[in-house]
């Protein structure tokens, strides 16, 4: 019979990354730190607001939403039966270990949504200033006021 606890365990690591606590060498207990990403997705104007709670669901603490018009020529909108091309750009800022479970996510719910397809994909950061700002980028807040205390 298979053991079916170490494919829950695994199934809720996904899930739920663990931030892997370290010691110092001055017996200072730290963080160890995800790096982050910004996660590029381009859908429908009117599917901006159910995409961008959704990506929200993945520890995203700060998305930027921006309004654009495709630019296919007419005769190829006509050909891929594209009714609008009013489309919304969503620039999230997500940890490393979210971002490919947020890209499967989306790439489902592209597939599945009526009129829900886009486009997304992950830049990586090079750096951030500022241990408070990684701090809230990364989702990491709570974890780092715990160890401090």
């Known amino acids: 019979m298979a053991d079916f606890g170490k494919y829950v365990s ?31 997705t381009i859908v429908n ?3 901006a ?8 669901s993945f520890g995203v603490n700060m998305q930027i ?16 039966g594209l009714i609008d091309s ?5 620039f999230s800022v997500i940890g490393e270990d979210n971002a490919k479970l947020a890209l499967e996510g989306l790439e489902e719910k592209f ?19 500022g241990k408070s700002i990684f701090n809230f980028l990364s989702d990491n807040r709570n974890q780092v006021r715990r160890n401090e205390k």
């Open 10 to 40: 695994k199934a809720s690591e996904k899930l739920n990354p663990v931030r892997r606590i370290t010691t110092s060498a001055k017996g200072h207990s730290r963080v160890s730190m995800n790096k982050l990403m910004v996660m590029v």
């Open 45 to 47: 104007r009117r599917k």
């Open 49 to 56: 607001d159910f995409y961008m709670d959704y990506i929200q």
């Open 65 to 80: 939403l921006c309004f654009g018009k495709g630019t296919a020529p007419q005769e190829i909108v006509m050909a891929l």
């Open 86 to 90: 009013d489309r919304a750009i969503i």
């Open 111 to 129: 597939l599945t949504i009526p009129g829900g397809r886009g486009v997304a994909y992950t830049v990586p950061m090079a750096s951030v200033i």
